[in-house]
């Protein structure tokens, strides 16, 4: 059973950071290129970043280069996204996503705000 679960999401004011993880299961993490998506209320959902199967190539949206870093570790499964100086543009729901077969999470929210 695939599953992709994240998790450190929560409430931040702005200038603040958090780091989001993503822990997958159920297929081969480590040959799959990982994307951060993210959907604010009312919006369609946006591409954040993304990183290859072994790590050596990301991308990012322009609103989020600079401040937003993705990270991966194969051998915990696991996907992270470190988001420094966050503003109150970047509150929504932040999903990870499996490229090849294009799984999802159920999503975690953070929510920027003083």
């Known amino acids: 059973q695939v599953q992709l679960v994240e998790s450190g999401g929560g409430l931040v004011q702005p200038g603040g950071s958090l780091r989001l993880s993503c822990a997958a299961s159920?297929?081969?993490?480590?040959?799959?290129?990982m994307r951060w998506y993210r959907q604010a209320p009312g919006k369609e959902r946006e591409f954040v970043a993304s990183i290859t199967s072994g790590g050596l190539i990301t991308k990012y949206a322009d609103s989020v280069k600079g401040r937003f870093s993705i990270s991966r570790d194969n051998a915990k499964n696991t996907l992270y996204l470190q988001m420094n100086t966050l503003k109150p543009e970047d509150t929504a729901v932040y999903y990870c996503?499996?490229?090849?077969?294009?799984?999802w999470g159920q999503g975690t929210q953070v929510t920027v705000s003083s």
């Open positions: 996503n499996s490229w090849r077969n294009d799984y």
């Open positions: 159920g297929f081969t993490f480590s040959t799959d290129t």
